[in-house]
């Protein structure tokens, strides 16, 4: 699978880095932990076999929370709410109105689960994996 294309929706004053990958009947939005890289990851080459299986089922908004990895650097700290913006943006820019919520490490997994309970119309499904509650 090639590597996609880095894009970027606005979120407020901010760009958010996100990629598009993998062709699958669901749709998924990928949240990655505050120290990713949608770019970078896929240099890993277990990364890269990882996210051509998941392409195969599913297709995948990944996306760098605002202030991290390829998305623009601000002052301070994003807020929770900040950051729940990022993925409903993301969203938008697919034109996706449901998706699958996937909090993959770290502090993704509260982010997404507090997604999924305050904006229940916009979630299919929650999955959590190596995060804390």
Not at 45 to 65: L, M
């Amino acid at each position: 699978m090639p590597i996609p294309e880095t894009l970027y929706a606005m979120a407020g004053d901010a760009a958010v880095a996100y990629q598009v990958f993998g062709s699958g009947e669901h749709r998924v939005v990928w949240l990655n932990d505050s120290a990713g890289n949608v770019e970078v990851f896929w240099e890993y080459p277990p990364n890269h076999r990882y996210y051509e299986r998941w392409g195969s089922f599913a297709t995948v908004a990944h996306f760098d929370q605002r202030g991290t990895g390829g998305s623009e650097r601000f002052q301070g700290a994003a807020s929770v709410e900040e950051r729940m913006e990022d993925i409903g943006v993301v969203m938008d820019a697919v034109g996706w109105e449901r998706a699958t919520i996937f909090g993959c490490h770290g502090d993704s997994g509260p982010l997404a689960c507090l997604f999924a309970a305050t904006y229940p119309e916009r979630t299919e499904r929650l999955i959590v994996q190596g995060t804390y509650a």
